[in-house]
């Protein structure tokens, strides 16, 4: 289980929110609350921001370290400013390579995305199915082994080759379609994902097993307009600090639109 941190807002320097909250995405990689499986998130990380004053692709800064020793992030930290952060601390699943290919973010041209979670058995079950669904533009991209690189492969495939559709339907239709494997090769799935194109962000909590037994989903909050960060939205694993902190509920995804303004929408 990895820990998952986006935020969409008015620009804050990458610095206030890896490192000032008291239970910041960095102390979630040594000291996480709410994990379900492993006990530290330090098998990597990365970091996924858009430009402040320009329409540009994203950046991306990636470490098979753990985040808290990585020398150069608290400097790169304290330069980068952005209303649109994406991040990720890693808890790789047994039997996948820690290399930078298998970091997240993933970037498909103006998207990033990040996933907590896992599909059981992967290679033996949907690593080929999902595969087999994306057009070779998609299919090409692909660089690592995990299955995050690949559920987010099968989202990007549908908002890219289906221009009508909104990211919250994108991602509904991703679950969706990830979900019928699931049950067809009677696997488990937990996909806690978050998506944005730098304008908007699109976030996931859902799970479920291929036996239709019961698999919760892992932890996922938002909260809106907090005084430490008063014109912005955060989506995070666990709270960063003390707050409204609103717990996504279970098979939903929640939508924050350009404007900030929040819809969630039930799976």
Known sequence: MCRLLGYLGSPVQLEQLLYQPNHSLIVQSYQPREMTAGLLNADGFGIGWYHSQKTTEPFTYKNVLPIWNDVNLLSLSRYVESPCILANVRSATPGQAIDLSNCQPFQHGQLLAIHNGYIENFHHTLYRPIRDQLVDEVYQTLRGSTDSEHIIACFANYYLT?????????????????????????????????????????????????????????????LQDAPQFPKAVLVASEPLFEGNWQILPEHSIIHIDADRRLHILAL
């Open 162 to 222: 289906m221009p009508a559709l909104s990211l919250d339907q994108a991602l509904a239709k991703t679950l969706y379609t990830i979900a019928d494997l699931a049950a067809h090769y009677e696997t488990g799935l937990s996909a806690n994902v978050i998506v944005s194109d730098g304008q908007q962000l699109v976030a996931s909590r859902f799970a479920c097993r291929g036996d239709s037994s019961t698999l919760p989903a892992p932890s996922l909050y938002w």
